[in-house]
């Protein structure tokens, strides 16, 4: 084994008594001249680029954070205590999402489902909304590209409420607030879903900011068959056209999507 790393030139971390003084000799050399490989590594905050927004839409963002948080406080701490009293777990559903730039950060919605959920995903593949026939067969645990479960057994009874109502999106005014995400905006997605979507085609939708609406919800909800590709394309549709006219736009048509039968 020592020969082989010598002509490799690598070392092994195993020390052995009594201690071999040209193998630590080695180790150090080692150490020492691939010093500067790793200081040029990038770090990970270097690799994720952060995604500046225009002030005119910060500036709304927050305004309108603050504004809705007030007038939906009430309607948010009962919803707290109907989650509570029916079903065992926290209030809020916290999980990481990736949004502009593969920023990652915790991403806040009011718990809709048992506490096991998340575990429970893996076995309910086949009821992807979003996946063909052909996906559904070579589907394995998460790595489904968009996940949407159609009578979703997870749900509780105050989650099927909230949820056809999107109330249970009203916590994520708070993640407008620390500026993780803008009122419009593509949908933040969960890490396995992103570390799908890495190829330049489908890696524009990154770089629009992550929203509570956005364009494919306004323009789809209510058609459960919507298809991947057809999403993928809204997304960087409003990548590559967003603008603050657009959102105002998106805004509006929002609450007459709520309406609909089917959320997406």
Known sequence: MG?????TGLVDDFYTLPIDWEQVGNRIEFLSRHKADRELTPKEEDIVHTIKLPFAKRLFDIVF???ALIIFGPIMLFIALAIKLESKGPVFY???RAGAGYHVFDFYKFRSMTQAAEQELGSLSHLNQY???KEEQQAQGNNMAFVKLSNDPRVTRVGWFIRKTSLDELPQLLNVLKGDMSVVGNRPLPLYEAQQLTRDVWAKRFLAPAGITGLWQVTKRGKTNMSAEERIQLDNDYAQNCS?????LIILKTLPAMLQKEAV
């Not at 020969?3 to 002509?7: E, K, N, V, Y």
């Not at 603050?244 to 105002?248: A, I, N």
């Open 65 to 67: 954070s603050l504004m």
């Open 131 to 133: 996946a063909s026939k």
């Open 3 to 7: 020969a082989i790393l010598q002509r």
């Open 94 to 96: 916290k999980s990481k």
């Open 244 to 248: 603050f006219k657009l959102d105002l």
